[in-house]
């Protein structure tokens, strides 16, 4: 597709940390592999943590686009908006952001959302949270709040306002889904998703993991090596947090 | 033999005592804002090092003395920082340094709108860091970047500047020169502008080339100054985060993963403060070992 099409099959963010961890765990929930199991045991070096290594590495180098290994999350946008990518994984709520006739006027109107192949992909959801050393008072006043904000009435006022929903009936919402209607499938997404692990130490993960990526990717490790490392470095952090 | 004091000691003893605390009495506000700006900080970093403080548990106590130096150590990766950012150091020095001489010389000889060349030259010392990787990491965009672009209008193809293991540290080094030479070029014009005429009039008489001139007159003369401006960019490099931050995060793989940065990941990503703390003053041994051979070499060659 890049030689004879002059398009890249996929804009990939290959920057080591944030933006390649995140990107990876979407190859890795799509061929079927996980972080952590049930009981929170570390199962990433398995069969499917290394194919989707090897499906992750192979992509960089022969379907994503020229200097994908410093790629952002930015650099991959601008590609798609200016029509030279043919795919991206990212957040379902950018959709708007591309599929704009003023923005992006190379690909509005030829966008479309869809569940990772395989039928997972990243959940990068954010939530709450009210710390428990603060007064019962005011932690009675955050959750008064928190359940007013995302209640069913005022998350359907700030999905028609273009905000992300996190309730599955604000996404089946009949004025929501006539005002977006990929909303029907942002929710399968959603739905779908699961989560990159999250502990004490996930952003120094996201660097532990992110390096053996980036590594793999720039030929300097082999697929094999780098998820046993991934795993290895896992391990170590989540019995530092126990 | 008795020795008698000579007349008038005391008196004399007294005013170079009272001279000495009127001088202290002067020293005092400006000690005070270095004990506060500098003292402070470096004494805490050193309780912070030898500490168990870590953002999970924010606290000096129990103190664990060398502990955190022999975790940071312990890392495969801290070695590879370390020597990363020795390379690194010396190649922005080494760049700066002949760049920075060979437009100095050329500023020396300019006589109109030296102001103006002055003026444009102080740009890139002027802008953060950050300012300077954001600008260079649009302008070396592989896809849509304006030098890729450039290279493509000339029937070339594109480079992956930062995306190449190898060219990566190269590009950043590259960033690098460009912002601090700025910093070398006006102190080696200032020093270049100083030097006496005598010598090189006298030179001139006994029939020395300019290469000559150069060699063994300027060079020499100028050489306390570029000690100086050396050890300075020598420091200010092995510091270098920001770049790094912002164009590679240390990738790819590892090519780019300075010490600073390590230090910054072990303190506010592994949330380890102590440990980063520790790394910080790895860094700081490392640059005061290479400052005192540098000035002894200078030294000696004097």
């Known amino acids: ?242 | 033999m008795a020795v008698e004091a000579l007349p008038g000691a005391r008196s004399i003893r007294l005013r170079i005592d009272r001279w000495d605390w009127t001088g202290w009495k002067f020293a005092l506000p400006g000690l005070s804002v270095i004990a506060m700006v500098m003292g402070f900080p470096l004494i805490y970093a050193v309780l912070l090092a030898i500490s168990s403080f870590t953002l999970l548990h924010p606290r000096l106590s129990p103190f664990v003395g060398w502990e955190n130096f022999a975790t940071v150590t312990d890392d495969e990766y801290f070695w590879h920082s370390v020597w990363l950012t020795i390379q690194y150091s010396s190649f922005t020095v080494i760049g700066e340094f002949l760049l920075g001489l060979l437009v100095a010389l050329m500023l020396n000889r300019v006589v109109r709108l030296k102001a103006i060349y002055f003026a444009i030259l102080t740009i890139p010392m002027a802008m953060s860091p950050v300012s300077v990787a954001l600008i260079w990491h649009m302008l070396l965009q592989p896809n849509l970047g304006i030098i890729n672009r450039l290279f493509e209008a000339a029937g070339h193809e594109g480079f992956d500047w930062l995306g190449g293991s190898k060219l990566a540290f190269w590009t950043v080094v590259f960033v690098d020169v460009w912002q601090q030479v700025s910093f070398v070029i006006l102190i080696l014009a200032a020093g270049l502008a100083s030097l006496p005429r005598e010598p090189y009039e006298a030179a001139e008489v006994d029939g020395a080339g300019a290469l000559q001139q150069f060699w063994y007159l300027t060079l020499p003369m100028l050489r306390p100054i570029a000690a100086i401006a050396i050890i300075i960019q020598l420091i200010n490099e092995f510091r270098t985060y920001d770049l790094v931050y912002v164009l590679t995060k240390g990738g790819p793989g590892i090519a780019t993963d300075l010490l600073s940065y390590f230090a910054y990941k072990r303190a506010f990503l592994g949330l380890a403060i102590n440990e980063g703390a520790a790394a910080s003053f790895a860094l700081l041994f490392i640059v005061l070992v290479l400052t005192v051979i540098f000035f002894r070499i200078v030294m000696q060659r004097r």
């Open chain 1, 1 to 242: 597709m890049k030689k004879q099409g002059g398009v890249s099959g996929a804009a990939m963010q290959g920057q080591r940390g944030d933006p390649n961890s995140m990107e990876f765990s979407n190859y890795l929930f799509s061929a079927g592999g996980q972080y952590l199991d049930q009981n929170r045991k570390v199962v990433l070096d398995s069969p499917q943590g290394k194919k989707a290594l090897e499906l992750y590495v192979d992509n960089i180098k022969n379907g994503a686009q020229q200097g994908a290994l410093s790629a952002t999350l930015d650099d991959t946008f601008r590609l798609m908006c200016d029509g030279k990518a043919f795919s991206m994984v990212t957040y379902w709520w950018m959709l708007p952001q591309l599929d704009n006739k003023e923005k992006c006027p190379n690909v509005a109107g030829k966008v479309a959302l869809a569940v990772m192949p395989g039928g997972h992909g990243e959940s990068g959801g954010w939530g709450w949270a009210i710390p428990k050393n603060e007064s019962p008072e005011l932690q009675e006043a955050a959750w008064k709040f928190i359940s007013w904000v995302q209640g069913q009435k005022m998350s359907t006022e700030r999905a028609l306002q273009g905000h992300a929903p996190v309730r599955s009936d604000t996404f089946e919402n009949s004025q929501v889904l006539s005002k977006y209607p990929f909303y029907k499938d942002a929710l399968n997404v959603v739905a779908s998703g699961k989560s990159f692990p999250i502990f004490a130490y996930t952003a120094q993960y996201e660097d532990v993991l992110g390096r053996q990526l980036s590594l793999a990717a720039s030929g300097e490790s082999t697929p094999d090596k780098a998820i046993k490392e991934a795993a290895t470095g896992l391990e170590k952090l989540m019995k530092k947090s126990q």
